[in-house]
Every structure is written in C-alpha cells, then in structure tokens.
C-alpha cells in the first residue's frame, strides 16, 4: 500500500492575520496613487501614450473588473493635462464649389471668436447697407446720373427728330414700335394718299425714309449706348456705395486676424460675394406673398447663412489634450454627420448643418471606446481603421460610402491627429490580430491586464490603501485591519491561490459597498471581519436558490447520491455549475460496465451528443491507459461503457476522467469503491494525475452533501495534488477537518487513488509482467485476459 497524502487543515486555506498589518483601520493610510498588481499592463500603456507614431494605438485587453477602464482614464487624463491644447475647426463656406464646404483651423478659442464675429458683421450690414442706399448722398448721385441719361437721351432722340422733319417725315409709336411716317404741309400723308402720288414722289419718299430708318437704327443704337454706359455707372456707384459700407468693417476683421492666412482669404471672399450679391442686402425680406416662388422665400429666408462660420470643434474651454470616452460608437456618433431640414416639402441642407463625431471632439488628443460595442457596429470599425490609415475624418453619408446612394455635399475631410484606445478582451484581440490585416498595424501596443497578483505583504498594505481610497472617495466606513485581513482572504478565493491576489476589483467594490452597508446597519463605528464575511455571505445567499433546489434533490434521492457503503464500478464525481453571478460544485454518479468485445469504451454522453469535445478527450485516453498497463501481452478485448448518471444538459471538461478510470478499474476488478469519498481529476495516458479547476467550489459541494446526512467522520474528497495552492476553502470545512470528521487526499498516480477508494494494494509489475497477488491491477488483468480468451474462442469458432 502506497502512503496517503492527507491534508491538513493549514494546507487547506491561507489565512491573512490582522496582527502582521501596521495600522488600526484604513482611516491612519494614504491614499493608492496608481494602479496595483498590474506593472506590466501599466509599462505598455505609458510607453504607448509616450510614443507618438503612427500605428502605435493601444488594446487594453482584460477582463471586465480588473480596472483597465477606470486605469486607462486616469493615466490619460494625467498625462493630457500637461499637453498641448489643440485648435478649433470650423467649417465655411465654400464660395467658388458649395457642395464642398471648406474646413478652417484655427487656436482654441479663435474659432468661437470668428463665429461670433461674423454673428456681428452680418446683424451690422442687414442694417447699414439698407441705410447707405436710403442716404441722401446716394440718392443725389443716383439721381444726377439718371438725370444725365434722361438729358443725352433728349438729345439724341431730338437732334434725330431735326432730321426726320429735314427728310419730311415724322416719328410715331405704335404696338410694332417706333414708325416713321411721311407728311406733307398739310399734315401726314396716308396710304391713300401715298397712291396717289406720282412714281418720283413715292420713290423719293421712299429712298428719304431708308435714311430716316437708318438713322434711327443709328439713334437707338446710341440711346443703348449712353443706356449701358449710364447703367455701368449706376452699378460702379451701387459698389462704391457698398464697398464703403463693407470694406472698413471686413478691414477690421482683416487686421484681427491678419496672422491666419485663410482667414484672409475667406473674408475677401465673403466681402466680394455681398457686393456682387448686395441686392439682398437692399430688400433682405422678399417674404409673404403667395405669389413669390417658393426657391425665392427660401433665399430671402437664409440668404446670410453662407457668411456663417460652423464652429465644429470648440475647445475654448478644453486644459490640455482631450479625452474622450465614446460609449455609443455609432458610425454618425464617431464621424459626424450632416442633418437636413424639410421646409414646404422640401429638403434641403447646407454647411451649417454638418454636426462634429466624438473623434473630432477628440482629434489632437484620446479617445477610448469598448470594443464590444465597437463590434455590434461594423461599418464604425471600418471607418475608425480608414481614419486612422488616412489621417483624417470625413464626413459622409453611411450610404455613399456602401455605395447605394450619390452626390450631396461632401464637407472637405479634417486632418486627424488622436491615440486610440480599444478596451477589451483577449478573444477580441486574438480574432482581429489573426483575422484583420489592419489591426495589427494599427493597434501595435497590447496593454494586458492580469487577474492575479503575488500575495506579498507589500500588495497586501497596497491592497489596504485601496481599500482606504475608495472609503475616502465614496464616503465609506473606514475598515480595521480585521476587516482588511477578510478581504484578502475573499480576494485569494477569487483568485483560486493560496499565494495571489485577485485584480478583478470590481468584485472586491462590491463586497466593501455591501459590508460598509452592514455595519451602518448595525451601528459600528468601523468595518470589521465579521460584517466582510457577513456581505460575503448574503451576496452568495442571494444567488443561490438553484443550488438550494439541487442540494433538495440530493436530500430527497430524487437525486441518487449515495455516501455510504461500498459500490463496484460506481463513483462520486464532481463537477461546477456555473451560472455567471454564481459557480458552485455538485457530486455526480459515475457508473462503468464492462464485458466481453472489441467496441472498447464507450461513452454515452458522446454517443447521444450530449458531451464536449474535451470530455470526449478524456476518456479516449482511458483506452491508451488500459492498453499500456494491462495489454502488452495480449490483445485488448474490451466493451465498457461509461456514463454520467442522471445528466440531463450536457457535460464538458475532462477533470472526471480519473474518475471514470477508478470505476472501470472497479467494474473490472470486481473490488467495491468508497461511496463516501468523492473524486476529481484530470489523467494522462501515463497514469499521472494532473489539475482541475474550481477545485474549492467541489470539495465544498460535496461538504454540503455529506453534511446534510450527518458526517460520519469517513467522508472525504480526492484532488490532485497539483491543486493543494488553489485551496482556499470555506472555515467550515476547514473546521470539519480539523476535528477529524472530513478527508481531503491529494494524489499524483492513480495507484494513490484507487487505493484510497478501495482500500486495496493497486498492485506492483513483477518481471513475468504480472501485478502483486490480490491487488487491484492483479484482478484487472485477469479479468482482460478472460475477455482475451473469450475473443480469441469466439473467432476461432467464427473461423471454422
């Protein structure tokens, strides 16, 4: 017999005493600067916010709780504080092509400043240039060269009437225009007059009125003339007029911002389009009757907004870099968009109407957005890659960019300077790096957030700092050095480690809001161990009314457990549910039949579709174990089938594949196995026993089980011994042990194992290749043989 490996009960939990801890409560320590337990992601990410190049865009990969969210906006904001406040964008318009409006750049604060001016400059022409034209000096002006029109016009018209009268003829108006009509002394001659006429009058008439319509064509031709000369004169005065009226105020506007060259430019562009457009300004409202055509109503409406600046990005207000955190990472949300207007049926946009994304309000600084929400938007993510390979935003309509529809106004693209950073978690990073050939030059800083810690007395007083910061800053009570001590108990549970602290903070959030609530409850004036445990407690309490009704199945036998007596090819194995808020461990039957055949061993969970693939693994493996322990001299006949009784949803994992061994080496061997002794372990080919997980949560499950009927002082649980560091059991169990009434064995062979359950030699290999008289591996032998000879009579009858 091999020498068991029991445990003690100090193996069995690390306990963290109040006495090795220097304060009272958290109330006497600093506050936590930084982040703990997490140097290598916290080297990763200030060397990817240190470097500026491009490519160099940050995943911060983690589980939700480890603090990456909450780390990542903290360092980014220390370090945008100290950075260049970046400039203001606005967009114009664009005077000689409209449908593509202009983006202008301009330091923070300049761009409202702009905005607001040209507010002004507009309201002050709407009034000044009316008032200019109303002016008793225009109007003079105005009235001298009309004056001067209506005088040569006189002339002209009278010197050509001086030549009709010479030529006998006179000048007429008439719905066909002007006619010149022939008289005599007595008056003008009609046509029936003219017929009369000998054949030289009516010819001299006639050669006398081709001069006389020439010189009308001639008179009119000057009358047009003097008409367009007066006109020009008219228009130089309208622009002299107006220029004065327009050119100090924009000259103003030049002078404050004579240093932005563009901002120049753009103002001799507004300050030409209002004197070529200064009409609007003279009778701006058109509005009100039904017969002006709707395209007027809507010019007399808007026809100043053109000369409007959209402010895009202000970052007036803005200390340092931005930071932005995008919670809704719709495509329109990061990129921006262009709103429209229906106004009398129809629907119509301009510059002013294009809306800034978060990347703009982020651009020169960070931005941080959750990958998981990135992912539900596909056409988002391919933006964000083409905005950073491009260095730019543009804003467009989702549909252009698919294709199915085009045309529109098409804003010019903004250059794009930010530091990305996706949150989340390792699948996602591994599937994009793998599978999208952009991530990986786009995103080549990996910031990886750990779970666990060293349990250290420095992480310990760290951990104890941030117990005392987040009382300080959400007005908890203060927790003594008991309390201190229960939470690093709970935080090695969560890790599954004796020796490491659990960085999922979050969980540790909860338990110190739900034990400070507790003590206030009851009064105390701190926090204590008892009020940790006590929220531990009824936090697990409230999740576990699934656990309860399988625990009443068991209780009932409803369930068939048994933790008595001595059954062959029957074990208790054990397995975790886990249900998300909860994971808890529960015994399950585990039977073997074996018999005579070549079908080797089956598993009915595989054969029914009800088992994964690791599992299937598992037990696969059994077949090489029993070939190579049992079968070098004889071939392995074998039929077995292995089941996991009352299993109605599923098994995956292979941590029962010890398990189902000891109960076909049972069924095999004929020799009974402890019902009361529960098994879990993972095997190899070699026979070797290797580790499982929720190590705690089985021992536990199976307590409760043997608790429930009353431990007799025989029950245990068998694990492997890699698990005796991920031991941070329950102090009932603990205490169960301590008294001698609960086993826990830990095992490296599966010769240790079946030792244990059945309390019989697991047999030594002589040199005939034999196993020790009477021992386990003895009886499993004989019985293959059997199975051998069986076969080989069988196909020797076949063969006759």
């Known amino acids: 017999m091999l020498k068991n490996r029991e445990l003690l009960p100090e193996e069995l939990s690390n ?51 480890t603090g990456r969210s909450s780390y990542s906006k903290s360092i980014i904001k220390k370090i945008a504080q100290g950075e260049r406040t970046p400039d203001d964008w606005c967009y114009i318009y664009n005077f000689k092509n409209p449908d593509i409006p202009l983006a202008l750049k301009l330091p923070s604060g300049m761009g409202h400043k702009l905005q607001r001016d040209m507010e002004k400059l507009v309201k002050s022409l709407k009034i000044k240039i009316p008032r200019a034209f109303d002016g008793e000096s225009y109007e003079k002006q105005k009235n001298g060269i009309i004056q001067e029109y209506q005088e040569q016009s006189s002339d002209i018209m009278e010197d050509f009437n001086q030549y009709a009268k010479q030529k006998g003829f006179i000048l007429k108006k008439s719905d066909q225009g002007l006619l010149t009509i022939p008289v005599k002394e007595e008056g003008p001659i009609g046509e029936e007059d003219f017929r009369q006429l000998n054949d030289a009058e009516r010819k001299q008439i006639e050669a006398d009125n081709m001069l006389v319509q020439s010189k009308l064509i001639d008179t009119m031709k000057r009358i047009r003339d003097v008409e367009k000369e007066i006109k020009e004169r008219l228009d130089h005065l309208e622009i002299k007029v107006a220029l004065v009226t327009v050119e100090q105020p924009i000259m103003d506007l030049k002078e404050k911002y004579a240093e932005y060259k563009e901002v120049i430019l753009y103002l001799q562009s507004v300050q030409r389009d209002i004197i070529q457009n200064i009409e609007d300004f003279r009778e701006p409202e058109k509005g009100g009757r039904e017969d002006v055509m709707l395209e007027e109503k809507l010019k007399s409406r808007s026809f100043t907004k053109k000369y409007q600046v959209n402010l895009l990005v202000d970052n007036r207000d803005t200390q340092g870099a931005p930071v932005i955190y995008e919670t809704n990472p719709k495509y329109y949300n990061l990129f921006g968009k262009i709103e429209y207007e229906s106004s009398m049926g129809v629907v119509t946009t301009d510059f002013t109407k294009i809306k800034p994304g978060s990347l703009h309000a982020a651009n020169g600084g960070y931005i941080i957005i959750n990958m998981s929400d990135l992912a539900r938007s596909p056409e988002s993510w391919e933006g964000l890659k083409r905005a950073i390979k491009t260095n730019s935003i543009a804003i467009e309509n989702i549909y252009s960019i698919a294709g199915i529809v085009s045309g529109g106004m098409k804003p010019e693209p903004i250059p794009l300077n930010v530091k990305v950073l996706l949150i989340g978690n390792e699948q996602f990073y591994h599937g994009l790096y793998n599978y999208d050939e952009d991530f990986r030059k786009l995103f080549k800083i990996k910031a990886d957030f750990d779970t666990e810690m060293d349990s250290n007395q420095q992480n310990i007083m760290k951990y104890a700092q941030f117990i005392s910061s987040h009382c300080n800053k959400k007005n908890l009570m203060h927790f003594d050095n008991t309390g201190v001590a229960a939470v690093v108990d709970y935080s090695r549970r969560l890790a599954e480690h004796k020796h490491k602290l659990s960085t999922r903070f979050n969980d540790i959030i909860e338990i110190l809001y739900e034990a400070d609530a507790w003590s206030r409850i009851d009064g105390a004036k701190s926090v204590t161990a008892a009020y940790v445990k006590k929220a531990i407690k009824e936090k697990y309490y409230r999740s576990n009314r699934i656990e309860e009704k399988l625990q009443e199945l068991i209780d009932t036998g409803v369930i068939l457990i048994s933790t008595e007596d001595k059954v062959v090819g029957q074990v208790n194995g054990l397995s975790v549910m886990d249900f998300g808020d909860i994971a808890f461990g529960k015994p399950s039957r585990i039977t073997a039949a074996t018999f005579t055949g070549e079908k080797g061993i089956v598993n009915i969970e595989r054969e029914v579709e009800m088992s994964g693939s690791i599992h299937d693994k598992g037990v696969l493996i059994l077949s090489g174990y029993l070939g190579e322990k049992f079968a070098q001299d004889f071939p392995l006949s074998l039929s077995a089938s292995v089941c996991f009784e009352q299993l109605y949803d599923g098994v995956e994992g292979d ?49 409760q089980t043997c608790k429930a009927r ?49 309390d019989v030699p697991a047999g030594q290999r002589n040199e005939e290749g034999g196993y020790t008289e009477g021992s386990v591996f003895h009886k499993v032998q004989q019985k293959l043989e059997k199975y051998a000879r069986i076969m080989e009579e069988v196909e020797f009858e076949e063969g006759k």
């Open 15 to 65: 306990v963290c005493r109040a006495e090795v801890m220097n304060f009272n409560t958290t109330e006497e320590l600093e506050s936590l600067e930084g982040i703990i337990g997490q140097g290598r992601a916290a080297a990763a990410m200030e060397f990817g916010l240190a470097i500026k190049r491009a490519g160099y865009n940050i995943y911060v990969s983690g589980l939700t709780g």
């Open 655 to 703: 941590s029962a594949s010890s398990t189902e061994l000891y109960a076909l080496l049972s069924s095999l061997s004929d020799i009974p196995i402890k019902q009361y002794i529960a098994v879990t372990g993972s095997i190899n080919q070699k026979g070797e026993i290797q580790p499982i997980g929720g190590a705690n949560e089985k021992i536990e499950g199976f307590f």
């Open 710 to 758: 009353g431990l007799k002082g025989n029950e245990g649980v068998i694990i492997p011994h890699q698990n005796i560091v991920n031991l941070m059991l329950d102090e009932e169990v603990v205490e169960a042990v301590r008294q001698n009434k609960f086993h826990i064995y830990a095992i490296e062979k599966v010769e240790e194992g079946i030792e244990i359950l059945t």
